[in-house]
């Protein structure tokens, strides 16, 4: 909220500050000359700064949101370096034409193989290469707006529907004969876990095997932790998998 905030105070202060080419002679340090020259491939730099702090932004609250997998960690870089790829296109491109279709011919060449199965995933991809490119423009005001319009409106979309249920399988293996099944019942219930007990084996140690429905954005990492409880529990490792069609 307060990088957005600040947007929209400095593109409603200095409206024309970066939307032309060169300076604007009401830019705060402004001096002699030669300052608006020196400072403005810096000033550019700043752009890219404020396109990637408005990626982050909006790919922290897309990672929060519910989804039916987990975002990896391939993808929210990718939608911070696309907002900032989107600022950089348009400061490359300039008012020039012909700058411009030299970077549409370069974007055609480049072929991405890796597809982004999740329809919202695109979508947001999309939208981030605008916000970019509204920051590539100077357009602080317009950056900000919508950044904060997106942000919400996820976090809106994100009350409706029922998001899609994980089926896994989850090997419990107790450090002795003794298995704590009051202890893993209550972590299951503590996170929504829909579970039944379909396998138990009892030797030196105790192995009970759950076919368990979570939600998609449940951390398996979170769960098994809180399973061992570093050792307090009686539970000796936790593994998951898919579970078998």
Not at 137 to 149: E, M, N, R, Y
Not at 201 to 208: H, K, L, P, R, Y
Not at 237 to 245: A, G
Request: aromatic share 6%; glycine share 10%; proline share 3%.
């Amino acid at each position: 909220m307060a990088v957005c905030v600040a947007l929209v105070w400095g593109g409603l202060r200095w409206p024309k500050l970066l939307t032309e080419t060169g300076l604007s002679s009401d830019f705060p340090f402004q001096g002699a000359q030669g300052t608006a020259h020196t400072l403005h491939p810096f000033l550019e730099v700043l752009k890219l700064v404020i396109a990637a702090a408005v990626g982050l932004v909006v790919t922290g609250v897309h990672k929060r949101c519910r989804r039916d997998k987990p975002l990896t960690r391939s993808l929210e870089q990718a939608q911070v370096l696309l907002c900032v790829a989107g600022a950089m296109v348009m400061i490359i491109i300039g008012n020039s034409i012909a700058r411009a279709l030299s970077i549409a011919g370069a974007a055609a060449v480049i072929r991405f193989r890796t597809p982004v199965k999740d329809p919202k995933d695109t979508t947001i991809l999309f939208l981030l290469l605008g916000l970019g490119m509204c920051c590539g423009l100077g357009a602080f005001a317009v950056a900000g707006l919508g950044t904060v319009f997106l942000s919400v409106f996820l976090l809106v979309l994100d009350q409706f529907g029922d998001s899609k249920r994980r089926a896994l399988v989850v090997k419990v293996v107790a450090e002795g004969h003794e298995f704590p099944v009051s202890h893993v019942q209550s972590v299951f219930a503590r996170h929504g876990v829909v579970f039944e007990a379909r396998e138990f084996s009892q030797g030196d140690e105790a192995t009970v095997k759950y076919h368990a429905q979570l939600d998609a954005g449940a951390s398996l990492e979170d769960l098994s932790m809180q399973l061992m409880d570093g050792g307090a529990s009686g539970i000796r490792s936790v593994v998951w998998e898919r579970q078998k069609k």
